[in-house]
């Protein structure tokens, strides 16, 4: 068996100074060395951002990747330490109104500035980030937002937002924007200080970093399928790198797709994927909101015109009515008058007879009395001279009987016009001074609750008689001064309201002339405070 002996070294087996091996400390110390020597100050690399990730100690790291036909892609690792995150950031913000977080987001392109160094320790190149250039950023998203509009103007997408037909008055609005975003209280405000009674959800999407676009989107598709009335995107004026999200295809798609529309108010200069394809586009959140508030408006203006409109033809009506109370009532006391002359008539003519019978039967008398000699027939000669005696002036030294009135408050205006077509009627039939009397009240009656509904004094079964007060006082610097509006949210007798000037009263009583018929004329003043004219109940003296 063969061997290693040990032997003593020779002179000439000793390894010069240049042949010494290398400890690994050493070795790893040399790479590093030939890497300073190699790359001795910044270079600028530029590529596309991919697994961009902050790790726990707070440093982010990312790869800078570029695409190569028919081969794999190359990568360069990237790090951004802590140390030097801070100072970065206070670069970007105060020359190119960027931050990291704009920059260092997968798909973007950029343009970075560092150290190139090699970690022996996980044999791998690093490239220690110190500055970054969002020119490169800045070039690369404006040809992305040219491709993705071109891609959605090509597909139609626009016009399905477009062809939506909004609510008149939309009151359920989703507010989409980040929570920190100073257009989101504003937008509430303005909301608030229009008097409208708006019920607000807000949706707030993380707008920034590697999740902004699936945020955003899916933010959106919350809101249109929680079927609000209105989705409203908004974003104040910003960093205009930060806006990246809103020019993606999937947010424009989100968009293009909801059956709510969509108004977007995004302060951009140059616009978004995202105006391009809602359903109205402002250039800010205000400008948004001020066009919902004005279309409640322009539907409250809608209301207060049907209400005028209303008004004018329920004043017409009652007019009408009044002209048709007025002519019943003129015809009642026609026939009343032809009723009474025929009551007068009937009467004399009742009277005639009776003295002419009473006179007969006064001769028989008295001459049976005076050939039979006989003083007791004087009795019945002084009983027929007292029926003619009351006959004649009964009618006169009696009181007349007349009838009150239950309420007939379940009558209809048009049953009060019934009524008084059968009364006029039973008038011309008549010729009794008492059921003449009789009707005539019962007409006064019937004319006064007539009265009485016109002028709305009678509560009507079921029915809300109180009158419909219209106000908006934040309205009228927009419409000048007239007529208030409705407010949708302001509970009744809250502070500031305007009273809206009642309608028009027409004053029947002054319309209508007194029947001016004997013992009717304080019908009306017997009835207890309140109650309306009726049937008659019982017999009451005149």
């Not at 110390?29 to 690399?45: A, K, N």
């Not at 404006?142 to 937002?161: D, F, I, K």
């Not at 009351?390 to 009696?398: I, K, N, P, S, V």
Request: with cysteine; net charge neutral.
């Amino acid at each position: 068996m063969r061997g290693v002996t040990a032997r003593a070294p020779t002179f000439t087996d000793r390894p010069d100074s240049a042949r010494r091996p290398l400890h690994v400390g050493e070795l790893g110390r040399l790479v590093e060395d030939q890497f300073h020597i190699g790359f001795p100050r910044r270079i600028w690399v530029t590529g596309r951002v991919s697994g961009s990730r902050a790790d726990a100690e707070g440093d982010r790291g990312f790869g800078l990747v570029e695409a190569r036909p028919a081969h794999d892609e190359l990568m360069l690792p990237c790090l951004i330490a802590l140390e030097a995150a801070d100072d970065i950031e206070d670069t970007l913000r105060r020359l190119h109104d960027a931050s990291i977080d704009d920059v260092v987001v997968n798909g973007h392109v950029v343009r970075a500035g560092g150290l190139l160094t090699y970690d022996f320790a996980t044999h791998r190149i690093v490239f220690t980030v110190t500055a970054l250039d969002p020119e490169a950023t800045a070039g690369d998203l404006y040809e992305v937002r040219r491709t993705v509009a071109a891609t959605v103007s090509g597909e139609g997408l626009p016009e399905r937002q477009r062809s939506l037909s909004p609510p008149v008055a939309p009151l359920r609005l989703a507010l989409v924007a980040p929570h920190d975003d100073p257009s989101l209280p504003e937008a509430v405000a303005m909301l608030d200080r229009s008097g409208f009674g708006f019920e607000v959800a807000v949706y707030d999407p993380v707008v920034t970093g590697n999740s902004a676009v699936n945020a955003l989107a899916s933010a959106i598709a919350r809101a249109v399928g929680d079927r609000h009335d209105m989705v409203l995107l908004l974003r104040a004026p910003g960093r205009p790198l930060a806006a990246a999200a809103y020019d993606s295809e999937r947010v424009a798609r989100t968009i293009a797709a909801a059956d709510v529309p969509v108004l977007t108010g995004i302060a951009s200069e140059e616009g978004t994927v995202a105006d391009a394809v809602a359903h109205q586009a402002h250039r800010s959140a205000e400008g948004a909101v001020q066009a919902v508030v004005a279309r409640l408006q322009r539907a409250s203006a809608q209301l207060n015109l049907a209400l005028s409109d209303v008004r004018r033809e329920a004043d017409g009506g009652r007019r009408r009515a009044t002209q048709h109370l007025v002519a019943e009532r003129s015809s009642v006391r026609e026939a009343a008058t032809r009723a009474k002359l025929r009551a007068d008539r009937a009467r004399s003519r009742r009277r005639a007879w009776t003295r002419a019978i009473g006179a007969g039967l006064l001769v028989l008398l008295v001459v049976a009395a005076v050939l039979a000699r006989m003083p007791l027939l004087l009795a019945p000669i002084v009983l027929v001279v007292g029926a003619v005696a009351a006959e004649q002036f009964g009618g006169r030294l009696l009181p007349s009987a007349r009838k009150g009135w239950a309420p007939v408050s379940d009558l209809t205006f048009a049953d009060v016009l019934d009524r008084l077509g059968r009364i006029r009627a039973q008038l011309e039939a008549t010729s009794s001074p008492e059921e003449v009397l009789r009707l005539e009240a019962e007409a006064e009656g019937m004319v006064e609750f007539g009265q009485d509904l016109l002028q709305r004094r009678v509560a009507r079964p079921g029915a809300d008689l109180r009158p419909v007060h219209l106000d908006h006082s934040d309205l009228a610097a927009v419409h000048g001064p007239g007529p208030a509006y409705v407010n949708l949210d302001e509970p009744a007798g809250g502070q500031g309201r305007q009273s809206h000037p009642p309608a028009p009263r027409i004053d029947v009583s002054a319309e209508v002339p007194s029947l001016g018929l004997r013992g009717t004329g304080d019908a009306g003043a017997r009835r207890p405070p309140g109650q309306a004219a009726g049937r008659p109940t019982e017999e009451e003296p005149s």
